[in-house]
């Protein structure tokens, strides 16, 4: 998995590249807690990721909650992805692009 | 005068005897009864001289000169009286009377008219029969023969026809003889056409001895060799076909699978098929790869080829062990590969085979996995039209094909014919259908990976699902259910690290996951989030459990031998 964050004034985009699985969902925490002290909204750029476990979703959740609910929106679910948002409630959860 | 002799009679029936001439010289007297006597002597004289009534009659009617003959016609008598003067001799005055009663006359003559009247009439009647005879032998013989003829000649037709002799009226032997001329004709025209239809039997009956041993060459259409199913269909189009199908498990284990289309039809396309099958099966088994199969296939083709009849075929080795597919292709068209996508084989397309002496055709190869089918056509079926005129179309085959890749049916050539049958019903059939097809049958695997609980063991798990025959989408699933039990496994189970057994089993229908593990007993089955009234934000739990079992066709769980022991289903096709 590779993570590139990149910083536009006080929104911080996380494009996300590969699986998120129990072995790299650390990584995502890591780049969260790195990026959510220096912005407001949060994008996790999902455009990439073929793969989420519920690690994955945990992360994301983290990440909803470091910078606060409705600052975080998660963009680019391919169909896979996708159906494991939705079948778990986070398509009504979080803010899908 | 005939008042005289009204009176006359009077007096002879009243006074006979009463002297009524009187001869005073020789003292002689007539009384009237002598009178009477001698008159009718005179009468009957006259008659036996030959006087005939009317004769006499008329000859006292025209005598003019004579004024003794008198006719009295009255309420007394119808009667010729005649009075004579005696004359000669020294006699005076002496009358002679003579009477002729003319009813009398006529009742002879009455006599007479009658049996003149039988006469003719029976003359009539004679004549009459006679007539008819001849009419009846003239003219309803005939007719009546005529009509018997016809009659058995059209109802009675194995009996057989003789000539018709009719003896009659002109017309009617003119009848005959047309009626002779035109049975003669029909006889001829009906023997012709039942030596056609003798003909056209034996021709029908050869043909379907021709079809039988042409199929008899053809292999069964279902065939299990253990690895692959095959199963093939040929409808020919006429009696006889020049489409082919072949397809045989070689010495090594592998299998050869073909399909052709000769040019033309009938007979000559019949025969030339059945070389071909020959040819290809013997080559087949020598080891070639398809494309030196062609080769040679082609070679020989061109130099046994009088008719210069050619052949498009597909040729096709499959390795089970390795699950390659080798092709080459002689001008026939594109066969697909029903994967996780539809495939067209469109590599390794060389010029239809029997035209060009040398031609080197060359190979492709496609890897096949379990569950995966080689299809295998000829034009008959792209080309069938409708009703309407219009082709079935590759488009229309590709869609359904799709659907079949996408319903995970293994029925694909029933399905293809169904739907062609649906589209061409009530269409004449112009060209032989056929179809194989080769399904790589999913083998029963098991792979058994004996982990410790430490969650970077989880790669191998996925490695080992990635190996499988599974649809992508299957695989996906199987991933995530591994890493959310594994996970779980090397979290909970142990206080320290353990020892995980994870096993990976698929077949031709299904997938199954199972995890054993030696720690706590815990039944990740029960108590699932209900994710209608999830919290997300304090409990974040029991997500990777629901999406496991949410997304499984089956899962139980048991403890046994102080092993918690977790079964997974998943269905193939799906």
């Given at each position: 998995m590779k993570i590139n964050t990149t910083y536009e004034e006080k929104t911080c985009t996380l494009t996300v590249e590969g699986s998120i699985d129990a072995l790299t969902a650390p990584e995502l925490e890591q780049a969260v807690n790195t990026a959510a002290p220096q912005c407001e909204k949060m994008i996790i750029d999902m455009t990439d990721v073929d793969y989420?476990?519920?690690?994955?979703?945990?992360?994301?959740?983290?990440?909803?909650?470091?910078?606060?609910?409705?600052?975080?929106?998660?963009?680019?679910?391919?169909?896979?992805?996708?159906?494991?948002?939705?079948?778990t409630g986070f398509t009504k959860y979080l803010n899908i692009e | 005068m005939s008042e005289l002799i009204c009176r006359i009679n009077e007096k002879i029936k009243s006074e006979p005897d009463f002297s009524v001439i009187v001869d005073q010289g020789e003292n002689n007297s007539f009384t009237y009864a002598q009178l009477d006597l001698y008159a009718r002597r005179i009468a009957g004289k006259l008659r036996r001289m030959g006087v005939?009534?009317?004769?006499?009659?008329?000859?006292?009617?025209?005598?003019?000169?004579?004024?003794?003959?008198?006719?009295?016609?009255?309420?007394?008598?119808?009667?010729?009286?005649?009075?004579?003067?005696?004359?000669?001799?020294?006699?005076?005055?002496?009358?002679?009377?003579?009477?002729?009663?003319?009813?009398?006359?006529?009742?002879?003559?009455?006599?007479?008219?009658g049996i003149t009247a039988l006469m003719v009439i029976f003359l009539t009647v004679v004549m009459l029969v006679i007539f008819a005879i001849i009419i009846h032998k003239r003219v309803q013989n005939p007719a009546k023969i005529i009509s018997?003829?016809?009659?058995?000649?059209?109802?009675?037709?194995?009996?057989?026809y003789e000539k018709l002799e009719v003896k009659g009226s002109k017309e009617?032997?003119?009848?005959?003889?047309?009626?002779?001329?035109?049975?003669?004709?029909?006889?001829?025209?009906?023997?012709?056409?039942?030596?056609?239809?003798?003909?056209?039997?034996?021709?029908?009956?050869?043909?379907?001895?021709?079809?039988?041993?042409?199929?008899?060459?053809?292999?069964?259409?279902?065939?299990?060799t253990g690895s692959a199913d095959i199963r093939a269909y040929m409808l020919p189009a006429k009696d006889v076909g020049g489409d082919l199908y072949e397809y045989r498990v070689l010495g090594d284990g592998r299998i050869f699978a073909a399909i052709a289309d000769v040019s033309g039809k009938g007979i000559s396309a019949a025969l030339f098929m059945a070389h071909s099958v020959t040819l290809l099966?013997?080559?087949?088994?020598?080891?070639?790869?398809?494309?030196?199969?062609?080769?040679?296939?082609?070679?020989?083709?061109?130099?046994?080829?009088?008719?210069?009849?050619?052949?498009?075929?597909?040729?096709?080795?499959?390795?089970?062990?390795?699950?390659?597919?080798?092709?080459?292709?002689?001008?026939?068209?594109?066969?697909?590969?029903?994967?996780?996508?539809?495939?067209?084989l469109e590599e390794a397309h060389g010029v239809a085979a029997g035209l060009f002496e040398g031609e080197q055709y060359e190979d492709a190869f496609i890897d096949l996995k379990g569950g995966d089918i080689l299809f295998l056509y000829t034009d008959g079926v792209n080309e069938?039209?409708?009703?309407?005129?219009?082709?079935y179309s590759t488009e229309r085959l590709e869609e359904k094909l799709t659907a079949c890749i996408d319903s995970g049916t293994s029925e694909t050539l029933n399905d293809i014919l169904s739907d062609l049958n649906g589209f061409t019903e009530g269409a004449e059939q112009n060209d032989d259908i056929t179809m194989l097809t080769l399904r790589v049958k999913p083998?029963?695997?098991?792979?058994?990976?004996?982990?410790?609980?430490?969650?970077?063991?989880?790669?191998?798990?996925?490695?080992?699902?990635?190996?499988?025959?599974?649809?992508?989408?299957?695989?996906?699933?199987?991933?995530?259910?591994?890493?959310?039990?594994?996970?779980?496994?090397?979290?909970?189970?142990?206080?320290?690290?353990?020892?995980?057994?994870?096993?990976?089993?698929?077949?031709?229908?299904?997938?199954?996951?199972?995890?054993?593990?030696?720690?706590?007993?815990?039944?990740?089955?029960?108590?699932?989030?209900?994710?209608?009234?999830?919290?997300?934000e304090n409990t974040i739990g029991g997500l990777g459990r629901f999406l496991t079992f949410t997304m499984s066709d089956g899962y139980s769980y048991e403890y046994r031998d102080e092993k918690n022991i977790l079964t997974i289903i998943y269905k193939r096709g799906d």
């Open positions: 989420i476990s519920s690690a994955g979703l945990r992360a994301v959740v983290g990440a909803n909650h470091k910078v606060g609910k409705g600052n975080l929106a998660v963009r680019g679910l391919s169909t896979n992805v996708y159906e494991i948002f939705r079948m | 005939q009534p009317r004769d006499f009659y008329h000859s006292v009617l025209n005598d003019t000169s004579n004024k003794h003959f008198r006719h009295v016609n009255s309420k007394y008598a119808d009667t010729l009286i005649s009075y004579l003067p005696r004359t000669g001799g020294n006699v005076k005055d002496e009358i002679v009377a003579a009477e002729v009663s003319i009813s009398a006359v006529m009742k002879q003559l009455n006599r007479a008219f018997q003829k016809m009659s058995s000649f059209v109802h009675d037709r194995k009996k057989g009617f032997t003119d009848m005959a003889d047309s009626f002779n001329i035109m049975t003669g004709e029909i006889d001829r025209y009906i023997s012709d056409i039942e030596a056609l239809n003798l003909e056209k039997h034996t021709r029908e009956a050869e043909l379907n001895i021709a079809r039988n041993i042409q199929m008899g060459l053809l292999r069964p259409t279902h065939t299990d099966s013997q080559y087949a088994q020598m080891g070639h790869t398809p494309a030196q199969i062609l080769t040679a296939f082609n070679d020989t083709l061109v130099t046994q080829n009088p008719g210069g009849l050619f052949i498009t075929t597909f040729i096709a080795i499959w390795n089970p062990e390795s699950g390659r597919l080798t092709y080459s292709n002689a001008g026939h068209n594109f066969p697909y590969v029903l994967s996780d996508a539809l495939v067209r069938a039209k409708n009703t309407d005129g219009k082709f083998q029963r695997t098991e792979k058994v990976l004996r982990l410790s609980s430490e969650i970077p063991q989880l790669v191998i798990i996925k490695e080992a699902i990635e190996k499988t025959d599974l649809s992508d989408r299957l695989k996906n699933k199987l991933i995530l259910a591994a890493e959310e039990m594994f996970v779980n496994i090397c979290s909970y189970a142990y206080d320290t690290v353990g020892e995980v057994e994870v096993r990976i089993a698929t077949d031709q229908s299904m997938a199954e996951l199972t995890f054993i593990d030696g720690g706590k007993p815990f039944d990740p089955t029960v108590e699932l989030p209900d994710i209608d009234d999830y919290d997300y």
